[in-house]
Each structure stands twice: as C-alpha cells, then as structure tokens.
Nanobody, 122 residues
Framework: QVQLRESGGGLVQAGGSLRLSCAAS????????AGWFRQAPGKEREFVAV???????YYADSVKGRFTVSRDNDKNTVLLQMNNPKPEDTAIYYC????????????????WGQGTQVTVSS
C-alpha cells in the first residue's frame, strides 16, 4: 500500500516558478513508478510527467522543457518543478504511483493523491 500527499500548489504568475512535492508512505516506494497528472475544469485528466524507479523520465509535449520531475527515494518524495508556467497549466495536480505502470494512461495507476490546485495568472 502507498499513500500519497501533495503540497506546494498555489497561485503563481506566468513566467514564474513553482515546485510541487509529493510525500509517499510505504517502505518500498523506491520500487514504484511515480508521476503527475492534472485536471483542468471541464477537461479530462491528462498526463504531465512520469519517473521510473531508476529515474527514467517522460513528459507530455505541453510541459517538456518547462517542467522537471525528480524523486528522492531516501525521503520518499517526488517533486515537480514548474518553470515558466502558463495560464493553460492551471489545474488540479495529482501525484500518482504504481508498481508496474510506466504509462501516460491514468487508468494504469493504482495510487493517487488528493490533488493540489495550481493557478497561473497572466
């Protein structure tokens, strides 16, 4: 079992920066794939970034070059550094984890956090 809790959301100006953090419980979290999805009002949940247990990463085209996902297995933490955010990045951001999935499909992930709101002002 893994429990995930996001923090770090809030209001940020376009072109600024924001860092989201996801704290995970579970003694074997270092073996899990982890990542981030987001959901804007009236839209479907969409993939943002994923990081494997051995730190391979993959990003949605919409955030590539601006967002960076990383993990600290000693602290059971996954981070999403958001640089140069745009108003279209406004959404609830969810941390996810799964023992096997390295996927852009939200249905492949067993564990989800509660989400943290990110609002980017223009």
């Amino acid at each position: 079992q893994v429990q995930l809790r996001e923090s770090g959301g809030g209001l940020v100006q376009a072109g600024g920066s924001l860092r989201l953090s996801c704290a995970a419980s579970g003694r074997t979290f270092e073996r899990y794939v982890a990542g981030w999805f987001r959901q804007a009002p009236g839209k479907e949940r969409e993939f943002v970034a994923v990081i494997s247990y051995n730190t391979y990463t993959y990003y949605a085209d919409s955030v590539k070059g601006r967002f960076t996902v990383s993990r600290d297995n000693d602290k059971n933490t996954v981070l999403l550094q958001m640089n140069n955010p745009k108003p279209e990045d406004t959404a609830i951001y969810y941390c996810v984890a799964d023992l096997y999935a390295y996927s852009t499909n939200p249905q492949d992930y067993d564990y989800w956090g509660q989400g943290t709101q990110v609002t980017v002002s223009s």
